[in-house]
């Protein structure tokens, strides 16, 4: 963690936990947050702190020893998701509402039956996305095509479409969705085994109901882990990051300008403050105003492990 600006870092260990694999973090304010760790049944898990990592709670344990959390949002202090990938054919999704504490297991018979070999990636933590009035998407991919699953009322009730990012095979499809309103989304992705490929963006006009492929430039013919959009900005501006390339947009999605470096997540706390982690445990922070600005942060740690580029 960081009191700082992410000048200094200082590792905040979780007890009993030195072996799992953190994909994803929420952070509300200097000393509440929440992480989630991905593997296989019991080692993906959620935990909790209210005094900035100094002490930590175990809020819950994949309960199926076939379960594989991928993401946690959440659209205030208090009210969140989490995904898992398919268990015995239907994604598992569950719900907190007392800023992830406890969590509840939603009904899987309102959420449409997952595809022969679909799910959702953890590589960035960011598969999954939360509007503050309860609107959710989520991506998956590895089943020949790739699907957004939405909902508007706080993950009760699902629906899902297929979009024209390409999934033919168990290591493909849509990492990361990121939406600047009720209307106006994100979608990228690729295959985390091929670095080099065709760009994998989509974007969409009506929530999430059809989806449109962008004709990106030849620099982006790269994977694809993340995407954030920056709070405030109208038309919104998209940032995507892979490992090996990085770029935004700033009429929506529709064009593409490439960056320089490569990054395994990105993620906004203001219209000028901006974070991204990358490889060998690089993190920067940067004013999304201004493209080339880059004001460097010591190293933490960098994520691996299974469903990571």
Known sequence: MTRD?????????????????FRDVEAFGPGE??????????????????DGGSHWSLALQNPDPKGFFDAIAFRDRRQGLALGDPVDGCFAIFSTEDGGRRWTRLDPSRIPAALASEGAFAAS??????????????????????????????????????????????????FSIAFADAL?????GGDYRKAHGPAAIARTDDGGLTWTAVAAPPAFDRFLSAVAVVPGTSPPVFVAAGTEIS???SDGGVTWTAGEGGWNAIAFGGAADGWAVGPAGR???FDPRDASSRRGARPAPSPGGRKSP
């Open 33 to 50: 947050a929440v992480v989630m760790s991905a593997g296989e049944g019991p080692a993906s898990r959620i935990y909790t702190t209210v």
């Open 247 to 249: 770029g935004w947009s």
């Open 184 to 188: 106006h989304g994100v979608a990228v």
């Open 283 to 285: 993190v920067v922070r």
């Open 125 to 174: 933590g960011t598969c999954l996305a939360l509007d503050r009035s309860g609107r959710a998407w989520f991506g998956t991919g590895g089943a020949g095509r790739a699907r957004v699953f939405r909902s508007d009322d706080g993950g009760r009730n699902w629906t899902v479409t297929n979009t024209p990012i390409p999934a033919a095979t168990p290591s493909a499809g849509i």
């Open 5 to 21: 600006a992410g000048h200094t870092w200082r590792t905040v260990p979780v007890p009993g936990a030195e072996a799992l694999d």
